[in-house]
């Protein structure tokens, strides 16, 4: 991939796709999914506590904590999975072919994994307290599907940190 396209495609802080490239493969992606009938999940996850660092640690502390949580969830998504940073401390997760039965559990697993990671930064170690939506289902759009994972974000976000929300909806 040349430096121009690398750039266009790639959060440069992270080095995960952005927003934009997160949206185009998921557009193809779902749509295969939806001729085949099968679920989605489409993830949110928001590092609740960032502008708290930024305020009290700094930018650089805030940045180190950005780059941390992006690389634990790019360790624990599969190749076949999208993940992208979507806005300073949200990011965004397409998984295919994931029984749904099995989404609480990987979900639970995913936050502990991530709020149990001490983050040394400059300043100190500081810890992510993170919110999560979860939206399983294969009707609508990428935009609807997304949309309905940051609505479950903030639910949960309204219930205090550390808390994901996931709902599925199951399509015969």
Known sequence: MSVGR?????DSLTGLRNMLSFEDLAEVMFANLQRR?????FARVE?????A???TEGDEAADTLVRAVASILALH???SDVLARVSDGAFALLMTDMDPSFVNTYFAHLMTRL??????TPNGVVRAVLNA???V???????????HAHELAADARHMGPGKHQIELVVTE
């Open 77 to 79: 998504s599969r190749a």
């Open 53 to 55: 660092v930024r305020a």
């Open 6 to 10: 690398d750039t266009a495609v790639r």
């Open 115 to 120: 709020e149990a990671a001490e983050v040394s």
């Open 137 to 147: 289902s294969r009707e609508g759009s990428v935009e609807d599907r997304l949309a």
């Open 47 to 51: 590092i609740a506590n960032l502008k």
């Open 37 to 41: 009938a099968r679920q989605a999940v």
């Open 133 to 135: 939506g979860v939206s």
